[in-house]
């Protein structure tokens, strides 16, 4: 199985500040990664897929990158309702997997 | 807009069974695969399985592997997860999820319903 190694577990920060999520392939799984945003109660909300196209409707305050295995998730001027928990999936390989999740808190 | 509502969970006894449907509307259902995912209490987001459009190709979690079943209704626009020997470290929030083609990820996903197991 691919593991997913993201990074940091937690992350406070304030409205307006810039933060960056990290994931990290155990192999290469091309550009197969998306990010998903969780708050409690909702439905997984989509964010980016190939590691860096926006799911439809989702503001360009949010980006993604890759480098070989390593992949990021910025978001820039941040939002209040973007505090919340990100994952970073990969599914360029059944079983697909996640990073471990990243909680975003209001400092 | 694209609705997935998920539905059939609740409590259940160690080795017992419950069948979770997700119900899809407002997109031309038999033309996705669909998938399953879940997230047990306090931990991380965990994929479970997947069908293909006609129901000819099932792939799982390894955990899920000859307990839980996989299925559609393309004429009812649903899907099915058949969960038998049900264990304590299954009990989570179900979702389902639309898988568009072409390796973009999924792209909706419905709220959720609870399986417990306990006794």
């Known amino acids: 199985d691919i593991q997913m190694t993201q990074s940091p577990s937690s992350l406070s920060a304030s409205v307006g500040d810039t933060v960056t999520i990290t994931c990290r392939a155990s192999q290469g799984i091309v550009n197969h990664l998306a990010w998903l945003q969780l708050k409690p109660g909702k439905a997984p909300k989509p964010l980016i897929y190939t590691a860096s196209s926006l799911q439809s409707g989702v503001p360009s305050r949010f980006s993604g990158s890759e480098s070989g295995t390593d992949f990021t998730l910025t978001i820039s001027n941040l939002q209040p309702e973007d505090f919340a928990t990100y994952y970073c999936q990969q599914y360029n390989n059944y079983p697909f997997t996640f990073g471990q999740g990243t909680r975003l808190d209001i400092k | 807009e694209v609705q997935l509502v998920e539905s059939g969970g609740g409590l259940v006894q160690p080795g017992g069974s419950l069948r979770l449907s997700c119900a899809a509307s407002?997109?031309?259902?038999?033309?996705?695969?669909m998938s399953w995912f879940r997230q047990a209490p306090g931990k991380g987001l965990e994929w479970v399985a997947s069908?293909?459009?006609?129901?000819?190709?099932?792939y799982y979690v390894d955990s899920a592997r000859g307990r839980f079943t996989i299925s559609r209704d393309n004429a009812k626009n649903s899907l099915f997860l058949q969960m038998n020997s049900l264990r304590v470290d299954d009990t989570a929030v179900y979702f389902c999820?639309?898988?568009?083609?072409?390796?973009?990820?999924?792209?909706?996903w419905g709220q959720g319903t609870l399986v417990t197991v306990s006794s």
């Open positions: 999820a639309r898988d568009p083609p072409g390796l973009v990820a999924e792209d909706y």
């Open positions: 407002r997109f031309t259902f038999s033309t996705y695969w």
């Open positions: 069908i293909n459009q006609d129901d000819s190709i099932q």
